[in-house]
């Protein structure tokens, strides 16, 4: 059997912060404000995770209100939230994240990302696949205020 489940996460961009996606620091002059390091790549995937085994959210798992996550390693709470669904009898199948972000461009740093995400969770190489698109000028992403991933992932029994 497999199921099917979405995330999406957004952050804000702010001055003094490495910019972390996918487990990668990525040269820029900004970073994204969070509570963990704001890895909204790892966010959203951690979400579509959970989604698809029916396992709730990251905020349930993870809350930024408890100060054991601040600053936290998202990668470590996307192997934990794998972790947890395969004690369900879960694996990850597949992957397929968009990130939409005006500023930087991603393009070079996509692959990189995806090897970093296959290896924090045990899955097969090109299990994870990882696309950038800007906004077209339109809305937060377009004036450069903030980035937006968007998840799909696959779970199948094991
Ligand atoms: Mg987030």
Same mark, same amino acid.
């Given at each position: 059997?497999?199921?099917?489940?979405?995330?999406?996460?957004?952050?804000?961009?702010?001055?003094?912060?490495?910019?972390?996606?996918?487990?990668?620091?990525?040269?820029?002059?900004?970073? @994204? !404000?969070?509570?963990?390091?704001?890895?909204?790549?790892?966010?959203?995937?951690?979400?579509?995770? =959970? +989604?698809?085994? #029916? %396992?709730?959210?990251?905020?349930?798992?993870?809350?930024?209100?408890?100060?054991?996550?601040?600053?936290?390693?998202?990668?470590?709470?996307?192997?934990?939230?794998?972790?947890?669904?395969?004690?369900?009898?879960?694996? @990850? !199948?597949?992957?397929?994240?968009?990130?939409?972000?005006?500023?930087?461009?991603?393009?070079?740093? =996509? +692959?990189?990302? #995806? %090897?970093?995400?296959?290896?924090?969770?045990?899955?097969?190489?090109?299990?994870?696949?990882?696309?950038?698109?800007?906004?077209?000028?339109?809305?937060?992403?377009?004036?450069?205020?903030?980035?937006?991933?968007?998840?799909? !992932?696959?779970?199948?029994?094991?």
């Amino acid at each position: 059997m497999t199921r099917v489940g979405i995330g999406y996460d957004s952050h804000r961009f702010v001055e003094g912060r490495p910019l972390i996606l996918g487990g990668v620091t990525i040269p820029y002059a900004r970073g @994204l !404000a969070g509570h963990s390091d704001a890895d909204a790549v790892a966010h959203a995937l951690t979400d579509a995770i =959970l +989604g698809a085994a #029916a %396992a709730g959210d990251i905020g349930q798992l993870f809350p930024d209100t408890d100060p054991q996550w601040k600053d936290a390693d998202s990668m470590e709470l996307l192997r934990s939230a794998h972790d947890l669904v395969r004690g369900r009898g879960y694996a @990850l !199948a597949q992957a397929d994240l968009t990130i939409i972000s005006e500023q930087p461009k991603l393009g070079p740093h =996509l +692959g990189t990302m #995806a %090897a970093a995400l296959t290896a924090r969770l045990g899955a097969p190489p090109g299990s994870v696949s990882l696309k950038a698109k800007t906004n077209e000028g339109m809305g937060f992403i377009g004036r450069g205020e903030g980035i937006a991933v968007i998840a799909v !992932a696959t779970l199948e029994a094991r």
